[in-house]
């Protein structure tokens, strides 16, 4: 069974030798993992960005499922490219797994970067905008698409020293795709 594996990864100065890791972890389960930069891709074509996107989506279409990498990416949230993603495949009902080595709430993670005051009921940030606070760890989108199209986001108790390199919370992931891919 194929597994892409999105995520901001792909962006990390060892990307290559991650994604390296990360297909290891899925081969030893029995799993092939699918990572975006298997595609071969003419960086200086002008076309480039449109042929990362068509192998990105070529990729996602072959495979049974997804794990996402969820950990904040330059900001409090997730990578959007990578939320496009889990929400691509959960859209055609394939099984959608994810971490992030982050395990506080969205909220508190917003007070990391910018100032959050409670008005009344609601909580807002330094523009007077509401923040979501339902306690979860990143938008209810993606928490619930999770939850609907395949496991509860994986977080581990406390955030690893290193949240970019550190794969147990992925390799659980690994071990749930198998266990529910893999037939016994």
């Not at 990105?56 to 409090?76: C, H, K, Q, V, Y």
Request: proline share 6%.
């Amino acid at each position: 069974m194929k597994i892409y594996l999105a995520g901001p990864d792909v962006f990390l100065p060892d990307a290559v030798e991650i994604g390296r890791r990360k297909a290891a972890i899925c081969a030893a389960h029995g799993l092939t993992g699918l990572y975006p930069l298997d595609n071969i891709v003419d960086l200086t074509a002008p076309d480039a960005a449109r042929q990362i996107f068509c192998g990105n989506e070529a990729m996602m279409d072959a495979a049974s499922a997804i794990i996402a990498n969820l950990t904040p990416f330059r900001g409090a949230g997730a990578d959007p490219g990578t939320v496009y993603e889990l929400g691509y495949m959960a859209g055609r009902r394939k099984f959608c797994l994810a971490y992030s080595n982050d395990p506080a709430t969205y909220a508190d993670r917003l007070g990391r970067f910018m100032d959050v005051t409670s008005e009344g009921d609601r909580l807002v940030d330094a523009q007077g905008l509401t923040v979501e606070d339902f306690g979860l760890a990143d938008n209810l989108m993606m928490i619930h698409a999770l939850e609907l199209h395949g496991c509860p986001l994986v977080t581990p108790t406390t955030m690893p020293v290193d949240v970019w390199h550190d794969l147990a919370a992925f390799e659980t992931c690994v071990r749930m795709a198998a266990a529910r891919l893999i037939a016994p």
